[in-house]
């Protein structure tokens, strides 16, 4: 097994959610020399209100879009696990899968979806989130959970901090003001999600700049993406 540092690992539950949620923030990280891996649970075969595309023939055009959007912002390596969208479970299985990448990659920093925002919640985005957290802390970390992965030499590993995008308690913003017309570029690369969604292209940019003007409300920068951090002190 090889290991496979990486400083940052982001577990999205579709291809796009990460670009709505942290992509200035990568961008700013990958500026810095940190390198970023992308883990994409499901495949995003549900994606769209057009009942002509075929799931199959989605799920390809996502990861392509994926890809581009994950160049664009410098991101090191992208996973794609391909569960079916709409199809999450917490599952022994799942958090495994999520453990082992922990192990791989030995990321300080970990960013998902909050799992705890309340009410109407995509279910794939409240399990990953959930899955996520589990999987950092204490499955990641203790040495008795997972004989087999220490067999492949996938030692424990401590995540100092995880990111959560979409949160409802946020305690914690980055300045994206240098990095966001990079983030709007990388959402456009997901073209199969501009249709028909309430915020078509031309709109994106603006609803966008909004949102992180909002979210930036009380700091001494323009725009920001906002998170609930947690630092895990070991
Ligand atoms: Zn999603």
Redesign the pocket.
Known sequence: MTLEPAQVMVVT??P??AEYGVAGTVALWTREGKDVVYVVCTNGDKGTGDVNTKPEELARIREQEQMAAAKLLGVKKVHFLRHPDQGLEDTPEFRKEIVRLIRMYRPQTVVTADPYRRYIW?R??RIVGQVTLDAVFPYARDHHAYPDLIQEGLQPHRVKEVLLWASEDPNYRSDITDTFDLKVAALRCHKSQMEGTPFPEAELQKWLRERHKQAAKGEDFELAEAFHQVELFW
Do not use: N, S
Request: charged share 45%; aromatic share 0%; hydrophobic share 0%.
């Open positions: 539950p579709h796009d959610d995509h794939d985005h």
